[in-house]
């Protein structure tokens, strides 16, 4: 790869939507790629969609652990390899699939991930911030919204 060209063209993206990705194993895939001369690397989760063929409904918990994961990817990095996170809101696994966890429903979820990654983690006061935000009473991380 490194002679190819190909690292000063593109920036790979590293994709994992698990709640319990394997922080150590994503730290030696990033140094790998950097051996292979890439200077930065992306981050692709979910906030929503990753989680079952035909889930209606988002559990907000699992999208969140996955994000604080990725922190835990990103402090355990060099400081400087990380160009970005992507998060992603899959709506089909496939386009013969049925839709599965429409935006609307997700849009906690999607508040929660984003407030974790610009705070850095997950707080009682960053659910009560997003609570205020969306106007809510009762932020559900651990079961599905009511």
Not at 48 to 69: E, R
Not at 89 to 96: E, K, L, P, S
Request: with cysteine.
């Amino acid at each position: 790869l490194s002679e190819s060209g190909v690292p000063q063209l593109v920036q790979p993206m590293i994709w994992d939507y698990a709640a319990d990705l394997d922080v150590e194993g994503k730290v030696q895939l990033i140094e790998k790629y950097r051996r292979c001369g890439f200077s930065k690397v992306w981050f692709a989760s979910a906030f929503k969609g990753a989680t079952g063929v035909n889930q209606s409904l988002t559990l907000i918990g699992h999208h969140l652990k996955n994000h604080l994961q990725w922190l835990e990817v990103a402090s355990s990095s060099p400081a400087d390899v990380l160009e970005g996170i992507a998060l992603t809101g899959w709506q089909r696994y496939d386009h013969f699939s049925v839709l599965c966890e429409l935006l609307p429903v997700a849009i906690p979820s999607l508040a929660v991930c984003l407030q974790a990654l610009k705070n850095g983690g997950y707080s009682e006061k960053i659910k009560e911030n997003v609570e205020k935000l969306l106007g809510m009473s009762n932020l559900e991380t651990e079961t599905f919204m009511r």
